[in-house]
């Protein structure tokens, strides 16, 4: 931990607020597929978009919930039953109210702190949730390839939100 | 600028080493690719890799360039003369030492200041810097889907370096 008098580089409320520019930019994103090629469209035996937003949310919300309550829950990348545009914009919408419910009970201090996420993965509570951001905007990159191969505009990178 | 008297969420130290193995980890992507896929392979009308990379040599090195020394410059995102791989490999290990070289030059303060990036973008510090690593990670992914669809498996995104 780096103990310091003088100025955060970037408080916790900035970096929350970063993520939420990030997912509301994903959510356009899922918006942006035909409902079909959500669930079905791929290229080179990739997965589909909708099974990436499935490893999305596996991550973002339970992952910060386990870092404000300690509870290590097992990771899970599948949702069973979940078929349409509108589910999963649902359970993406749920999934950032979560995250900001959590958010706020993570102390500053926690940060810096090392912590073994989902019980299999060590690294400090920082670089930990860099690399829930970081994953997301791989991911959704790899999906503005798909939409482009399809002859869909993809919303601007830099438009958040 | 948010002042305290105890923790940084993440220190300079740490910013430039998350962001020194995401380059370490593009590099490798770089490399991925077969020569000429390099420069010519492309999906749905996008840019080649390496007119991605193009880009990204414009952002970086000049950008911390800029931040530490405050002598604005302008965007430059094309490289004349460079079509081959060693080429573009060559100016990526160069723009990961200048970003080194001038990143020890910007004070912690200066991370909340808002500055206007090459006099046309503006934002706090910290959010152009973040800017550049969520940018780099947004072309890979990209990348990614173009080196899958040559049958190509690239590099874990979880290693980095």
Redesign the interface.
């Known amino acids: 931990?780096?103990?310091?008098?003088?100025?955060?580089?970037?408080?916790?409320t900035?970096?929350l607020a970063?993520w939420q520019g990030?997912r509301s930019l994903t959510r356009r994103v899922i918006e942006a597929f035909p409902e079909k090629e959500l669930f079905e469209y791929s290229?080179?035996?990739?997965r589909t978009f909708s099974g990436m937003v499935m490893e999305l949310l596996g991550i973002g919300g339970p992952g910060i919930k386990e870092i404000a309550t300690g509870n290590i829950g097992e990771l899970n990348e599948h949702f069973e039953g979940i078929n349409t545009k509108e589910q999963l914009l649902q359970l993406w919408d749920e999934a950032s109210n979560i995250i900001n419910t959590y958010w706020e009970q993570i102390p500053?201090?926690k940060?810096?702190e090392e912590i073994t996420i989902f019980g299999q993965y060590k690294g400090s509570t920082?670089?930990t949730i860099?690399?829930f951001i970081?994953?997301e905007?791989?991911?959704?990159?790899?999906a503005?390839?798909?939409?482009?191969?399809?002859?869909i505009t993809p919303p601007f990178?830099?438009e958040r939100p």
């Open positions: 931990m780096n103990t310091n008098t003088t100025a955060q580089i970037i408080s916790t900035e970096l970063h990030h290229i080179g035996g990739m500053e201090e940060f810096g920082w670089s860099f690399y970081d994953n905007i791989h991911h959704r990159g790899e503005y390839v798909y939409l482009r191969s399809m002859g990178f830099y």
